[in-house]
């Protein structure tokens, strides 16, 4: 088993993490937050004092931060990996970033004869402690030996494993995936919330949908009415789930990418903005995205 | 085989009535455009010279016209509907039309002993002419008799109907899936377009989206991409389908409701603008509605 | 002096019928609360005890309601003006509703043998109050004789009279005006919210913008941060001037016209949702429009 | 009158150039185009091969570019001006580009002691050859000696020099109102066109919005509806003027802004997606930003 290199403990991280060493992997860790780091060291990892420090112990590296310049930094900045790589590295970059800026730490890693995959998750913080994840990734389109090496240390932290095409791809599909999430998230509160106001019954409704053309993961699986579907976020409180901030990073991210394609996104634009408001409003950008139903009907606010 | 009343012949109409006199039926009929009339004449049907004669000939009439107006003239008008009606009458209105309308044509053929029933349709010419439409029925909730009677008609022009509750239900549920199809046909054309722009396979992003929380009908069923699935309008340089204009028409139906009812929708609005600017340019008013793809996209235009 | 009718004795109209019975005039008054009316009787007015007997009456009249549905039925309902209206009256209504209502209430005034123009105001309640309020009469273009007849009554209730041409054109013009203004007190919000962010002072800020291409009524007269100008609402916690409710209902009407009439209005509608938002929420909906600042920033909420 | 270094000759920067020379300075030019480069040589400039050469050869310099790329490349990149600038430099970076590109640059400069304002300008190409520019300088704010030094440049090319506080605050004006322009160019297009529909004559339309509430630049003195007001780019077939390609820029610069700042910009961030709209459309792309109008409007596409 080798020897992987782990930087980024956080919510996903700590919990991926943990799955690689119960898989029987040595780990040796980097976090900013050096709590955290010696919480690792209590449970069997190695402690690294720096990026560098990892790069330096292990050819398996995973990172998983919370934003483009993190992930910037942990390669490119003093004491990041890139000054102490050795040739012929994986680099599996679980992190939610902007597409170009894992195109640019790609190049780096290249410069240093070692290889850099986008894999960002979908599944959060259940799917990461569950190993249930599914990752995509990108940067292995055509390379099966490659998908294989990355498949060893993903396979024991997710369930499923999509191979998106050349790297940034798996950027790319993360953020058309949830830019789309979010449109239907809104579209489906904003009908349940008027189909409620034209006498509708709100299960009725849901039904109606759900056979039609209207249906949609948001309507059928997570539909944000309190009370249509039980057991998930929207009738607990909108309380777990995946929080309105996080949705609002994400699509910012797609934001970013439309603007520097030049590709309209009237819908995903708007999105956008509501998530906005909702990330910067203290009853809801903790609550799951959902909750942008209560936001958008009167009767709660 | 009781005789049917049927008003508006057009594109729908048309094929529907025909299927009611395949079944057997006698048919009084009347459109607005008299060479229609004589059309069914030929065929076989009564011809009627006012909306009030069929209301003298038939105690079952399905009325199927374009707007609100219509419905209220064809009812309430002179020599409309009501001026004859017997007691007893059931009538059927596969319009799509404004609630408020439904409701207040529902009251005034109460007055007149008689019943009103919504039953808006969805499943397009193809579903008129091979009798496969989805009828959503207002006004038969909690009442099994009244719709086991309009079962017998609707069933020769149909093959699922769903009863949605109270009069003007059946718009209600009409108007609610048409608004978030709308709001994920647009979401689906900017989400295709941004991830080719970044650099995915067309084919590759639809599949990663419909295993995953994106995936909608108009992802999965009708994705508006050309040749992402085969057969349908969007890979037949969006001809047939449903039009653009008759989706913006919808989309001001449920415009109408929110602003009435005060429900907030603003992605439903925003595609209502943006079916509106397809509405009024030549080249996309008349092509389906998965054109927004063409639309949004620099490629073609 | 001639004896004026009045119907509508709110916040608006009661102010303007006060200042009619100042200058000399007789009055005639009907209001939906009894309690108004006593008032008015008290204060030398003539109670009436339906539109009808105002109507009969008075061969000028004056109506001041809130919505389409109550100009209806004061003109065309039972007991209405319509029952009773002589030949050659004037009828000034100075409501705000959708343009197809005053074009159609103008067309049974007609019948009558009498003339309907639609007047509605600017200027608020002190405006009312002050007689400063602005009028913007439909159905007087081209007829100057027409015009002095009205401005022997508008000219003791307001200080402008604005010939906007056929009737309808008064709401038309109002409609449009509010509409504009509307995305440039949220555009001017976002502005000096996005600029604050960026390091700029306020104050600053809207100097620059109130000489270059960027200013409006909403940046140099009415800016809606509060402090930029001293002694407007928004300095003064947004309390009085014109409600945020207030201006959902223009809006609304902008977009029945809108939707009526097939014309894209994308930030009128995005506007719309925006002000339909700010009307359901307890702490926005009575407060003046440039509310939306508050709303739009996340220091406050 | 010292020597000035010039980078960046293209439609604003020559003719910004051309005005130094003319005022008498000795120029040192650098361009992307040799033969932009031999063109000023042969007017009597001095040619440079590099930034670096710029560098060397002056401490005053301006710098008129594209987008934040093009500045970055300039200044840090290899044979940028980075690796030659004089102690006590002056850099003056007309270029509209990302706020956080200039306080980037800024901080890069003063490594070298020397000094950088972002100095963006407003007047388009007419005001760049008649030099009646205004500039909006950040990075002077509590230094008048340097605002001063500045002048001696700025008064040359244009004839207004806004102090706007610290570093990017230059930046921060320009794209604050430009998007606030944008949003009231399109709410203008957008009124102007609905009241057409509803009636009403542009002219009398335009007038009463301009003594009203609605009022501002774009309906006053740039009204996009062609014929309102005489010899503006609306009224010749929308040429001249402000390309709506480079309103979208100016739009992405905001959005960018405020998607990292999280300020939430509805009105802003769908007036980007319109022109983003507008800048790929051959038709559209290189008109005044007024052709919106057209856009939304039926008659003419």
Redo the contacts between chains.
């Keep these: 088993m080798s020897t992987v290199g782990f930087i980024g403990l956080g919510n996903m991280g700590g919990h991926m993490a943990r799955n690689l060493m119960r898989a029987g992997h040595s780990l040796v860790v980097y976090d900013a937050n050096p709590k955290t780091v010696q919480q690792f060291k209590s449970e069997g990892a190695t402690a690294a004092s720096s990026p560098a420090d990892v790069g330096a112990a292990a050819k398996e590296i995973v990172t998983m931060l919370p934003s483009s310049p993190h992930v910037r930094e942990v390669y490119g900045g003093k004491k990041g990996l890139l000054e102490t790589l050795k040739e012929g590295s994986l680099c599996l970059d679980s992190s939610t970033i902007d597409?170009s800026a894992s195109i640019e730490v790609a190049k780096a890693v290249a410069e240093r004869k070692s290889i850099y995959l986008d894999a960002p998750v979908?599944g959060g913080v259940l799917g990461a402690q569950n190993a249930t994840l599914?990752f995509?990734v990108g940067g292995a389109g055509g390379k099966p030996e490659l998908l294989t090496r990355a498949k060893v240390l993903l396979d024991k932290m997710g369930k499923n494993v999509?191979c998106?095409?050349?790297v940034?791809?798996g950027?790319?599909?993360k953020?058309?995936?949830?830019?789309?999430?979010a449109?239907?998230m809104?579209?489906?509160a904003?009908?349940m919330?008027?189909?409620l106001?034209?006498?509708?019954?709100p299960k009725?409704?849901a039904s109606?949908?759900n056979t039609?053309?209207?249906?949609?993961?948001?309507?059928d699986?997570?539909n944000p009415c309190p009370g249509v579907i039980e057991g998930i976020p929207p009738s607990k409180g909108y309380e777990g789930g995946f929080g309105s901030a996080l949705m609002a990073k994400d699509l910012?991210l797609?934001?970013?990418?439309?603007?520097t394609?030049?590709?309209?996104?009237?819908?995903?634009?708007?999105?956008?903005?509501?998530y906005?408001?909702l990330?910067?409003?203290?009853d809801f950008q903790s609550k799951d995205f959902g909750v942008v139903f209560k936001f958008?009907s009167?009767s709660k606010?």
Tied chains: 1, 2, 3, 4.
């Excluded at 039609?212 to 309507?219: M, N, P, Q």
């Excluded at 797609?254 to 603007?259: E, G, K």
């Design positions: 597409q979908s599914t995509m999509v998106c095409g050349s940034g791809s950027q790319a599909a953020i058309c995936n949830n830019m789309l999430l449109i239907e809104i579209g489906t904003e009908t919330n008027l189909g106001k034209m006498g509708l019954d009725k409704l109606i949908i039609s053309s209207g249906r949609c993961w948001s309507s699986t997570y910012s797609a934001q970013n990418a439309a603007t394609l030049g590709a309209p996104t009237p819908l995903g634009s708007l999105s956008h903005q509501i906005r408001l990330a910067q409003h203290p958008l009167d606010q």
